[in-house]
């Protein structure tokens, strides 16, 4: 790492231009933290220089630090030095900003005297949603410029700001209208050599009550992420305490916050999504631009994804067997939109545009203008057969046929067609407008090109893809099948639903496995189970509590009961534990001759994610996953794994061969007949 690539200076007469050259993002790292103090240097001893303009070379600023230091002790110069460098130099310095200027290097911006911005910037403090807090001094010269309130807000929430709305705050002091380099080099003639510190401004009046709202907000959003509750105490020092005690009191909970292991986690998702998303190596090129979508099915998936379409810009056919399907399916997406706006979401005119691009319509001749076909009509191999080789008739060479199945085998939907070579699978979760994973099937055909594509839609939509392999479950719902597949023992074994839930929600999941099957019926399970009753393994450990409970009427929320009793009030429905349940339980586990034992939250938590290991472990070695952290990224973005835990495999990572090696024998002798058990290395492989 050569420091002077990194940064350079340059010369427009007695203006310094420092020149900020890390591609592709100028992450700061140490060797662009060094450039830059030098550069500094140099700046204050040139008596002829008499002001400085920092600027990015490429697409940005400074888009964030290089979070690959944050794990390791930190090389000097740190952040805060470079930016005590620039308060210090006595001549004034402009941060030119274009792009985006996130972390610290907005912390850096804040730290010049005056910010010049292109139309295309983007600002922001998202250390928070990385588990820490700004630790250049973002806590203390923010709030001076927008007010305790606004800091805490933006902070809090990782917010991040376009340029007009910057302006509007105060956060930069001009847009540059023509060129950005030019704009802050005149900004900086202008101030005539004087500084004009953030760290010398009072902090404007404390609203308490706004301060009061901001931070109620950021504790309900935040949840359970410390960094929160940390940089709400940071700002609001900024009040209270003289600048350079908050300053160094900032840097010093940056510090313990960055070696946290809920940072890691964060840090660990991070890369991991980012590593999920990339393109493949053999599939660099798309077939073509996705502009015009066909969805098959108006019901609760293909509605959402016709949304998440509208929403990327795209035009959308939905498609329908029967006009009464497709009446209840626009009407859905109709309301939708109208709930957007309403909740002030989304502005009218936005929403009329979208819904404009919409066509309903039980013509499938049309299926012939489509770019990509989305399949989603019912579960079932036979109809999703039919449906697609529909499609083949119809649709037009080289246009990306995709199916939302959730299990099926890809390759047997595929093989429907005269062109396998363009199918692959789109798996969206439900609500699909909502939900940011997107499984991207690859068959045992799929062109590279087509996989391409698949991503690039995904990266439209603003999804988070992992692509998998074509097996039944795919990566998540095998997972989560392991998964639930061991709470059910659990409460075979003595455990109840209530209990099991309990300790699951106390490790972070947002619901426990039982509240989860209640809220999706348990009849889709059941169904499949009936389905797959010949094909089942009678050596086999098999749980019946869930065809119990479905034998007694009991299918979930939407029947009042199931794992649990369900009451409607206050316009809320909540969830009691039913003494029926417990007693249906406990035969079931006499029933088996089993005696009930008591089972500690401990234990709970630990057979439900080593199973979930397990199971990716195995999923690994078939190549249906393939890399150890896309797991992660399915399971946090899918299915409520907490992300302050940063996934199963870091979970395991995190407790090492030698406990899980024996969490694995107990799950072996404790799950029973049937149980398969994974090779551990191929989650403890930390290449992946
Ligand atoms: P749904 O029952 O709400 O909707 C299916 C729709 O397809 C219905 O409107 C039906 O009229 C239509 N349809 C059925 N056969 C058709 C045909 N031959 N031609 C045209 N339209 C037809 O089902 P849902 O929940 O939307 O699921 C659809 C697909 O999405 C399934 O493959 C499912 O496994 C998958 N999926 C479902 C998720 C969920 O949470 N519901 C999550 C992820 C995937």
Same mark, same amino acid.
């Given at each position: 790492? =050569?420091?002077?690539?990194?940064?350079?200076?340059?010369?427009?007469?007695?203006?310094?231009?420092?020149?900020?050259?890390?591609?592709?993002?100028?992450?700061?790292?140490?060797?662009?933290?060094? /450039?830059?103090?030098?550069?500094?240097?140099?700046?204050?001893?040139?008596?002829?220089?008499?002001?400085?303009?920092?600027?990015?070379?490429?697409?940005?600023?400074?888009?964030?630090? =290089?979070?690959?230091?944050?794990?390791?002790?930190?090389?000097?110069?740190?952040?805060?030095?470079? !930016?005590?460098?620039?308060?210090?130099?006595?001549?004034?310095?402009?941060?030119?900003?274009?792009?985006?200027?996130?972390?610290?290097?907005?912390?850096?911006?804040?730290?010049?005297?005056?910010?010049?911005?292109?139309?295309?910037?983007?600002?922001?403090?998202?250390?928070?949603?990385?588990?820490?807090?700004?630790?250049?001094?973002?806590?203390?010269?923010?709030? @001076?410029?927008?007010?305790?309130?606004?800091?805490?807000?933006?902070?809090?929430?990782?917010?991040?700001?376009?340029?007009?709305?910057?302006?509007?705050?105060?956060?930069?002091?001009? !847009?540059?209208?023509?060129?950005?380099?030019?704009?802050?080099?005149?900004?900086?003639?202008?101030?005539?050599?004087?500084?004009?510190?953030?760290?010398?401004?009072?902090?404007?009046?404390?609203? &308490?009550?706004?301060?009061?709202?901001?931070?109620?907000?950021?504790?309900?959003?935040?949840?359970?992420?410390?960094?929160?509750?940390?940089?709400?105490?940071?700002?609001?020092?900024?009040?209270?305490?003289?600048? %350079?005690?908050?300053?160094?009191?900032?840097?010093?909970?940056?510090?313990?916050?960055?070696?946290?292991?809920?940072?890691?986690?964060? @840090?660990?998702?991070?890369?991991?999504?980012?590593?999920?998303?990339?393109?493949?190596?053999?599939?660099?090129?798309?077939?073509?631009?996705?502009?015009?979508?066909?969805?098959?099915?108006?019901?609760?998936?293909?509605?959402?994804?016709?949304?998440?379409?509208?929403?990327?810009?795209?035009?959308?056919?939905?498609?329908?067997?029967?006009? &009464?399907?497709?009446?209840?399916?626009?009407?859905?997406?109709?309301?939708?939109?109208?709930?957007?706006?309403?909740?002030?979401?989304?502005?009218?005119?936005?929403?009329?545009?979208?819904?404009? @691009?919409?066509?309903?319509?039980?013509?499938?001749?049309?299926?012939?203008?489509? %770019?990509?076909?989305?399949?989603?009509?019912? &579960?079932?191999?036979?109809?999703?057969?039919?449906?697609?080789?529909?499609?083949?008739?119809?649709?037009?060479?080289?246009?990306?046929?995709?199916?939302?199945?959730?299990?099926?085998?890809?390759?047997?939907?595929?093989?429907?067609?005269?062109?396998?070579?363009?199918?692959?699978?789109?798996?969206?979760?439900?609500?699909?407008?909502?939900?940011?994973?997107?499984?991207?099937?690859?068959?045992?055909?799929?062109?590279?090109?087509?996989?391409?594509?698949?991503?690039?839609?995904?990266?439209?939509?603003?999804?988070?893809?992992?692509?998998?392999?074509?097996?039944?479950?795919?990566?998540?719902?095998?997972?989560?099948?392991?998964?639930?597949?061991?709470?059910?023992?659990?409460?075979?074994?003595?455990?109840?639903?209530?209990?099991?839930?309990?300790?699951?929600?106390?490790? /972070?999941?947002?619901?426990?496995?039982?509240?989860?099957?209640?809220?999706?019926?348990?009849?889709?399970?059941?169904?499949?189970?009936?389905?797959?009753?010949?094909?089942?393994?009678?050596?086999?450990?098999?749980?019946?509590?869930?065809?119990?409970?479905?034998?007694?009427?009991?299918?979930?929320?939407?029947?009042?009961?199931?794992?649990?009793?369900?009451?409607?009030? =206050?316009?809320?429905?909540?969830?009691?534990?039913?003494?029926?349940?417990?007693?249906?339980?406990?035969?079931?586990?006499?029933?088996?001759?089993?005696?009930?034992?008591?089972?500690?939250?401990?234990?709970?938590?630990?057979?439900?994610?080593?199973?979930?290991?397990? &199971?990716?472990?195995?999923?690994?070695?078939?190549?249906?996953?393939?890399?150890?952290? =896309?797991?992660?990224?399915?399971?946090?973005?899918?299915?409520?794994?907490?992300?302050?835990?940063?996934?199963?495999?870091?979970?395991?990572?995190?407790?090492?061969?030698?406990?899980?090696?024996?969490?694995?024998?107990?799950?072996?002798?404790?799950?029973?007949?049937?149980?398969?058990?994974?090779?551990?290395?191929?989650?403890?492989?930390?290449?992946?």
């Amino acid at each position: 790492m =050569d420091q002077m690539t990194q940064v350079h200076m340059e010369r427009d007469g007695e203006v310094a231009v420092i020149v900020i050259d890390n591609p592709p993002i100028n992450a700061g790292s140490a060797a662009v933290r060094s /450039g830059l103090l030098s550069a500094i240097g140099q700046f204050k001893e040139d008596a002829v220089l008499t002001a400085a303009v920092i600027i990015g070379a490429g697409k940005a600023f400074v888009a964030g630090s =290089d979070l690959r230091e944050f794990g390791l002790p930190l090389a000097e110069p740190q952040l805060p030095s470079v !930016i005590a460098a620039i308060e210090a130099c006595g001549k004034p310095v402009v941060a030119a900003l274009h792009g985006a200027a996130l972390g610290g290097g907005f912390e850096l911006a804040l730290g010049c005297d005056a910010r010049v911005a292109s139309a295309d910037l983007v600002v922001g403090l998202p250390e928070v949603t990385l588990g820490i807090i700004p630790g250049a001094g973002g806590t203390q010269r923010l709030p @001076r410029l927008v007010g305790i309130a606004r800091a805490i807000r933006m902070i809090c929430s990782g917010e991040r700001v376009d340029s007009e709305a910057a302006l509007s705050l105060g956060l930069v002091d001009q !847009i540059a209208s023509g060129d950005l380099r030019a704009a802050a080099i005149a900004y900086a003639r202008r101030l005539q050599g004087t500084k004009s510190r953030l760290s010398e401004r009072a902090v404007p009046a404390v609203d &308490e009550a706004g301060v009061a709202a901001a931070i109620a907000a950021a504790r309900r959003a935040g949840g359970r992420n410390p960094a929160v509750q940390a940089a709400i105490d940071a700002v609001r020092s900024a009040a209270v305490l003289a600048f %350079d005690q908050a300053l160094s009191e900032e840097r010093e909970v940056f510090q313990q916050l960055r070696l946290s292991a809920q940072a890691r986690a964060l @840090r660990h998702l991070f890369f991991a999504e980012r590593e999920a998303a990339r393109p493949l190596a053999d599939a660099a090129a798309v077939t073509g631009a996705v502009q015009r979508v066909a969805v098959i099915g108006a019901g609760t998936m293909g509605c959402g994804i016709a949304i998440s379409a509208l929403d990327a810009g795209c035009d959308v056919r939905l498609l329908e067997q029967q006009a &009464e399907a497709l009446e209840r399916g626009t009407a859905r997406i109709q309301d939708y939109y109208a709930s957007r706006v309403a909740a002030g979401k989304l502005k009218a005119v936005e929403a009329a545009a979208r819904e404009a @691009r919409l066509q309903p319509t039980l013509d499938w001749s049309l299926l012939a203008e489509a %770019d990509l076909v989305i399949e989603a009509v019912f &579960e079932d191999l036979a109809v999703k057969q039919a449906v697609f080789r529909r499609i083949d008739g119809l649709a037009r060479p080289g246009a990306v046929l995709a199916s939302n199945t959730s299990y099926l085998d890809l390759d047997a939907i595929a093989a429907a067609t005269r062109r396998p070579q363009d199918v692959l699978g789109l798996h969206f979760f439900s609500p699909a407008q909502v939900m940011r994973l997107l499984e991207i099937v690859r068959g045992a055909q799929t062109s590279p090109q087509v996989l391409a594509t698949g991503l690039a839609l995904a990266q439209r939509m603003k999804k988070q893809p992992v692509v998998t392999g074509s097996a039944f479950g795919f990566v998540g719902n095998r997972i989560y099948s392991a998964y639930r597949r061991q709470c059910e023992f659990m409460i075979e074994e003595g455990a109840l639903p209530q209990q099991v839930d309990a300790a699951l929600e106390a490790f /972070g999941f947002a619901m426990g496995p039982f509240a989860v099957a209640d809220l999706s019926g348990l009849d889709i399970a059941w169904r499949m189970r009936q389905a797959q009753a010949g094909q089942r393994d009678l050596q086999a450990r098999y749980v019946d509590i869930p065809d119990l409970l479905c034998d007694a009427g009991r299918l979930g929320r939407k029947t009042g009961a199931g794992y649990y009793a369900y009451e409607n009030s =206050d316009g809320k429905t909540h969830r009691r534990s039913d003494p029926q349940v417990e007693a249906l339980i406990l035969a079931a586990s006499a029933a088996k001759g089993m005696l009930r034992r008591s089972l500690g939250d401990e234990e709970i938590v630990r057979r439900a994610l080593l199973s979930m290991v397990n &199971e990716a472990s195995l999923l690994l070695a078939e190549g249906v996953a393939q890399r150890a952290s =896309d797991v992660d990224v399915v399971l946090v973005n899918g299915y409520g794994f907490p992300r302050l835990q940063g996934g199963p495999v870091f979970w395991a990572r995190e407790r090492g061969e030698p406990a899980l090696t024996a969490g694995l024998d107990e799950l072996v002798g404790l799950s029973g007949p049937g149980f398969v058990r994974c090779e551990l290395r191929h989650v403890l492989n930390q290449e992946g």
